[in-house]
């Protein structure tokens, strides 16, 4: 959905607008990702890597992180979701 299309979009925009000037950001579409992946609920494994990836936290072996703290069945979900969300951070 186009960020500007709606009144919801357009209050993004302005607190984008807003937050751009004071400090480097990112808008991501971490549910889009997530879904695009096969799993909405990796949105915040999406933002993490994002989060991750733009403050410089990548001594932190975070794919280990995962393995350790996340089912087995949904570990190789989360990694992906991670590395989807560093992927985005330039």
Do not use: H, Y
Request: net charge positive.
């Amino acid at each position: 959905m186009d960020p500007d299309s709606n009144w919801q979009g357009r209050i993004s925009r302005r607190i984008l607008d807003v937050l751009g000037k004071k400090a480097k950001t990112t808008a991501l579409d971490a549910v889009g990702i997530a879904k695009e992946i096969g799993n909405p609920k990796t949105m915040n494994v999406v933002l993490l890597g994002a989060l991750v990836k733009a403050m410089g936290i990548t001594d932190i072996d975070w794919e280990e992180a995962i393995r350790k703290t996340v089912k087995e069945r949904f570990i190789d979900i989360n990694i992906l979701a991670f590395n989807k969300g560093m992927e985005m951070v330039k």
